[in-house]
């Protein structure tokens, strides 16, 4: 957890303008992102509560951002993919979409850095552009952050093509893609109801490597449905460049002599449950004890298998669930035998829907590690909080959430607590 929040005093009074608007008056707030004004349907369509994807948004992105058909009974064959939306136009406004986010923190923290922070936050400033090129099985997608932890970066930018029918099709494409995300079901899904992925998939290892990266490469996978789409299976499988030095994306030019694999397997059920598989090996470069006179460095494997569940009971109650192991090569000095650094993690989160826009949760999320010759550490994470969407189409939404983070540092097994309480507003057009 950071120990400082950038406070962005420009931007506090349009925030808080903005806020109070919505909380008397939301009804003219009439706007809704691209692939819901394509549609004209609401953003419940494809989300519970946006960004948290349901069975058809699953099935939307997985069909190339295609809506699925609703006449699929398997009375007749499926329709191809390049016959779906063939009616609807393309548009400048039906392909861009605007994500704007603004909040207020107060942070406590103890440990080797104390602090205790409140500010005013201009969190983020995304632009998205993506669909289907009309009456192809092409597709692409971009998403690039003119402002978000003050810093202007592309997240995603790829080029796919999707080819079959509704209910059996394959799709590949390439480029710069998030790692884990849109392939599982909700409880794999980086992004969810709270502001931060759960630290089970946030988490990073001693030698810089998160589940929470962009990388550049190719994504295949198929995608088979039951007729009305009741039953969903979904295969995926990456090949990256993988992570740099400091666990970044590397993005252009390497060195690195290997690439990375991510397999993912996904079964929806039922209203709208789900089971993912998903599995990840990789290898990196690794300068160890940077900028001391013991530096070194080694070329260790990673190595990341889980499996995760949701289920939503009534269309009231979403219960997730998961586990993530990790096994990671690791080496404290230049003469050391290479040993291990592992970890169980474990993640529960249950989501109440009021009614429709309108969400309290709760998750907890616990990693046990340890290094080879090291004390056993572990990272404790849990967070409650309630959101409600200001706007009958779920697209201005207002969350205020408490969470508690005590993380143990693995290798010097320092400790350090953390308590944030955050209150955002995000409007998406």
Avoid at 36 to 63: E, Q, S, W
Avoid at 312 to 341: C, E, I, N, P
Avoid at 386 to 414: C, F, K, M, W
Wanted: aromatic content about 14%; charged content about 25%.
């Amino acid at each position: 957890m950071p120990n400082e929040r950038k406070s962005w005093t420009p931007f506090v009074f349009p925030v808080l303008a903005a806020f109070v608007l919505c909380l008397l008056d939301p009804q003219p707030l009439k706007a809704i992102p691209a692939f819901a004004r394509k549609y004209d349907v609401k953003c419940y369509t494809c989300h519970i509560i946006p960004p948290a994807l349901n069975k058809t948004g699953y099935m939307f992105r997985r069909l190339g951002y295609r809506m699925p058909p609703d006449e699929m009974d398997g009375t007749k064959p499926a329709p191809k993919i390049s016959e779906l939306d063939k009616d609807v136009k393309w548009s400048i406004t039906n392909s861009l979409a605007l994500v704007g986010q603004g909040s207020f923190t107060v942070e406590k923290t103890r440990g080797e850095d104390t602090s205790s922070t409140s500010s005013f936050n201009f969190d983020k400033a995304l632009l998205f552009a993506g669909g289907a090129v009309p009456e192809t099985n092409f597709s692409y997608f971009v998403e690039f952050a003119f402002a978000e932890d003050g810093e202007a970066s592309l997240h995603q930018a790829s080029f796919g093509y999707t080819a079959g029918r509704a209910n059996s099709s394959f799709f590949g494409k390439a480029g710069q893609m998030l790692l884990q995300e849109g392939e599982g079901t909700r409880a794999v899904m980086m992004f969810n109801l709270f502001d931060e992925p759960s630290s089970v998939l946030l988490n990073s290892s001693p030698i810089n490597f998160s589940l929470d990266q962009g990388p550049v490469g190719v994504d295949v996978g198929y995608t088979y449905a039951t007729p009305f789409f009741k039953q969903i299976l979904g295969l995926s499988a990456k090949v990256t460049n993988g992570v740099d030095e400091s666990g970044e994306a590397i993005l252009f030019d390497s060195k690195k002599n290997s690439k990375d694999f991510w397999f993912d397997a996904d079964y929806w059920f039922g209203p709208d449950g789900g089971i993912s598989f998903v599995s990840y090996y990789g290898r990196k470069n690794q300068i160890q004890n940077a900028g001391t006179p013991d530096e070194f460095n080694f070329y260790p494997t990673i190595r990341r298998n889980g499996v995760f569940g949701n289920y939503l009971f009534f269309d009231k109650l979403d219960v997730q669930g998961g586990y993530l192991r990790s096994d990671d090569d690791w080496r404290a000095s230049v003469d050391q035998t290479k040993g291990k650094f592992k970890s169980n993690a474990f993640r529960a989160e249950v989501d109440y829907y009021l009614q429709r826009g309108f969400a309290v949760m709760a998750r907890y999320d616990r990693i046990n590690q340890k290094i080879d010759n090291g004390d056993k550490t572990h990272i404790e994470d849990w967070g409650v909080g309630i959101q409600r969407a200001l706007t009958p189409l779920g697209n201005v939404i207002v969350r205020a959430a408490y969470t508690h983070e005590s993380v143990a540092d693995p290798v010097t097994n320092a400790v350090q607590k953390g308590k944030l309480l955050k209150v955002d507003l995000r409007l998406m057009w």
